[in-house]
T-cell receptor, first 112, second 118 residues
């Protein structure tokens, strides 16, 4: 059974810092991995989707990498801003079935 | 519609009541998922539809939970005889489906229905 963990559980940084969020999964037979952002009381917004054949994806100040063999993905946020404050979740889809398995999330606070 | 729409956004139920939560997916999205999210946790899978077919209901926690998508568009998640442990946010997501029914694209989520059982 796929298990997804995220470290750290919470992170507080001053504005302008570059930061890295980590996602680990136990079963490397994944189809794709997706990073989401969730604001309090809201649904999830997709940030980046990495297919299993890809090593990284970039969107603006965000860069996500995938190392399938080691069961890890990182989300890199450059030049953080207070508006980046949210919970960031990763989710993996296995090669079998359609279900996405989510991690518990990292709660990010960017202080002005 | 432009995005996934869920209603009601908030529902308070007395223990033992039945509730129904509605999800309107993005037009044309074949795949639809229901997730349950407890406070401070990631979403947990409940069930998955491809068009009107419920292909996976392995995440439904008990037989009090029932989901349907009769015409392959709108879906309803019904919880019978609600219990306090059912209190959570119920999230609906839809996704376009590629050839051969394999999901290649993103998941698009609604804002969720927050259920509180007293």
């Amino acid at each position: 059974k796929q298990e997804v963990t995220q470290i750290p559980a919470a992170l507080s940084v001053p504005e302008g810092e570059n930061l890295v969020l980590n996602c680990s999964f136990t079963d490397s037979a994944i189809y794709n991995l997706q990073w989401f952002r969730q604001d309090p009381g809201k649904g999830l917004t997709s940030l980046l989707l990495i297919q299993s054949s890809q090593r990284e994806q970039t969107s603006g100040r965000l860069n996500a990498s995938l190392d399938k063999s080691s069961g890890r993905s990182t989300l890199y946020i450059a030049a953080s801003q207070p508006g980046d404050s949210a919970t960031y979740l990763c989710a993996v889809k296995g090669n079998y079935g359609q279900n996405f398995v989510f991690g518990p999330g990292t709660r990010l606070s960017v202080l002005p | 519609g432009a995005g996934v729409s869920q209603s009601p956004r908030y529902k308070v139920a007395k223990r033992g009541q039945d509730v129904a939560l509605r999800c309107d997916p993005i037009s044309g999205h074949v795949s639809l998922f229901w997730y349950q999210q407890a406070l401070g946790q990631g979403p947990e899978f409940l069930t998955y539809f491809q068009n009107e077919a419920q292909l996976d209901k392995s995440g439904l926690p008990s037989d009090r939970f029932f989901a349907e998508r009769p015409e392959g568009s709108v879906s309803t998640l019904k919880i019978q005889r609600t219990q306090q442990e059912d209190s959570a946010v119920y999230l609906c997501a839809s996704s376009p489906t590629g050839l051969a029914g394999v999901i290649t694209g993103e998941l698009f989520f609604g804002e969720g229905s927050r259920l509180t059982v007293l």
